[in-house]
T-cell receptor, first 112, second 114 residues
Framework: EPEVTQTPSHQVTQMGQEVILRCVPI?????FYWYRQILGQKVEFLVS????????KSEIFDDQFSVERPDGSNFTLKIRSTKLEDSAMYFC??????????FGPGTRLTVL | AQSVTQLGSHVSVSEGALVLLRCNYS??????LFWYVQYPNQGLQLLLK??????LVKGINGFEAEFKKSETSFHLTKPSAHMSDAAEYFC????????????FGSGTRLLVRP
């Protein structure tokens, strides 16, 4: 069964460093999303992406964040200068035409 | 703006008892509604969804939910709880005009007592 994959599973970084989180969506899906879940809190929408551009973003998704689909298979989330409050689990999701989003296993980001 | 409210951050039931997890939503247009389950240290797995049509939807693992427009509710039920049902459950809503992004509730942790 096709699935969304994410790498790395855990990323530890120093405050102020750049991180790139990687996702491989399901191959025939065209809509991609990033969400985050701070420990003990609910899952929050960050950004949606379609046709090589951002279709919607939340207030959380400020200038420190960017997304890219560099090669037609990977979908990346970059945080330019990490802050302590960026520590969270980041989930990638992809959607086909049936309005059902499939989630990856997540990347746990720890900012020290 | 869309929002989702899940009543009860923790629900505890005995094995074999009825499971009822409550979800209410607000949306200005007919929404799509979802229940996801999250096991410890894992991602989100779709349990069931409502988009159109029959208001009682059946999902995996014996769960079902009923869309009640008049009550703006989408409660999740299972007739008989199993120990393996212990997990965090998230209700979510999406709207076609908003890139179908999911807005999640704060989650309900289901505990199943032997």
């Amino acid at each position: 069964e096709p699935e969304v994959t994410q790498t790395p599973s855990h990323q530890v970084t120093q405050m102020g460093q750049e991180v790139i989180l990687r996702c491989v969506p399901i191959s025939n899906h065209l809509y991609f999303y990033w969400y985050r879940q701070i420990l003990g809190q609910k899952v929050e929408f960050l950004v949606s992406f379609y046709n090589n551009e951002i279709s919607e973003k939340s207030e959380i998704f400020d200038d420190q964040f960017s997304v890219e689909r560099p090669d037609g298979s990977n979908f990346t989330l970059k945080i330019r200068s990490t802050k302590l409050e960026d520590s969270a689990m980041y989930f990638c999701a992809s959607r086909g035409d049936n309005n059902e989003q499939f989630f990856g296993p997540g990347t746990r980001l720890t900012v020290l | 703006a869309q929002s989702v409210t899940q009543l009860g951050s923790h629900v505890s039931v005995s094995e074999g008892a009825l499971v009822l997890l409550r979800c209410n939503y607000s949306s200005s247009v007919p929404p799509y509604l979802f229940w996801y389950v999250q096991y410890p240290n894992q991602g989100l797995q779709l349990l069931l969804k409502y988009t159109t049509g029959a208001t009682l939807v059946k999902g995996i693992n014996g769960f079902e939910a009923e869309f009640k427009k008049s009550e703006t509710s989408f409660h999740l039920t299972k007739p008989s709880a199993h120990m393996s049902d212990a997990a965090e459950y998230f209700c979510a809503v999406s709207e076609p005009r908003s890139s179908y992004k999911l807005i999640f509730g704060s989650g309900t942790r289901l505990l199943v007592r032997p």
